[in-house]
């Protein structure tokens, strides 16, 4: 079946290092990926979309980047920050705009 | 800027018994979705509605039912409530548009089921 995966395992990190959380997706070629942060309690929040012909993408401190070889979305936080501790989710829209999650993984910035 | 409104925020129900969880879209977004959120897991999609028709469907119970109204509202029903109903439930929307849009989520609706 379709589906994305994310690494289970929470990633302990200290603070100005860089973070880098794996998504990988089987069985399909997704057109884009999303991710998205989610705090403790709270709705997940969008941060960055990446299409399949695009190589990487930038917002600030962080970067992800889509290798269509590997199957494989990574995610980084650049110059990671204690605020920066949180979930994050990647996720794709099957068809009739369902949205998915692939497990996500918690990040814990360290001061 | 509006955003996604989710009433109420926490609701306590026996088991057994009937809830009903309302969400107001941001405006002029065609796309609702809802999920459920249980404890140490991500976001398991229900139900999706656009332009007030359902779209697509998830791992839904039976005993779950929603439905988008004339002003893009929309309301999950949830009877029969169990104990292992008790999660977070989050509503979202989007702009269908091409297919690539982000969803925005509202808080979520703690639902407890006692």
């Known amino acids: 079946s379709q589906k994305i995966e994310q690494n289970s395992e929470a990633l302990n990190i200290q603070e100005g290092k860089t973070a880098t959380l794996t998504c990988n997706y089987t069985n399909y070629s997704p057109a884009y990926l999303q991710w998205y942060r989610q705090d403790p309690g709270r709705g997940p929040v969008f941060l960055l979309l990446i299409r399949e012909n695009e190589k990487e993408k930038r917002k600030e401190r962080l970067k992800v980047t889509f290798d269509t070889t590997l199957k494989q979305s990574l995610f980084h936080i650049t110059a990671s920050q204690p605020a920066d501790s949180a979930t994050y989710l990647c996720?794709?829209?099957?068809?009739?705009?369902?949205?998915?999650f692939g497990g996500g993984t918690r990040v814990l910035v360290k001061p | 800027a509006a955003g996604v409104i989710q009433s109420p925020r926490h609701l306590i129900k026996e088991k057994r018994e009937t809830a009903t969880l309302k969400c107001y879209p941001i405006p002029r977004h065609d796309t609702v979705y809802w999920y459920q959120q249980g404890p140490g897991q991500d976001p398991q999609f229900l139900i999706s509605f656009y332009e007030k028709m359902q779209s697509d469907k998830g791992s839904i119970p039976d005993r779950f039912s929603a439905q988008q109204f004339s002003d893009y509202h929309s309301e999950l029903n949830m009877s029969s409530l169990e104990l292992g109903d008790s999660a977070l439930y989050f509503c979202?929307?989007?702009?269908?548009?091409?297919?690539?849009?982000?969803?925005?989520f509202g808080q979520g609706t703690r639902l407890t089921v006692v």
């Open positions: 996720a794709r829209k099957a068809a009739g705009n369902k949205l998915t």
């Open positions: 979202a929307s989007s702009q269908r548009g091409s297919g690539d849009t982000e969803a925005f």
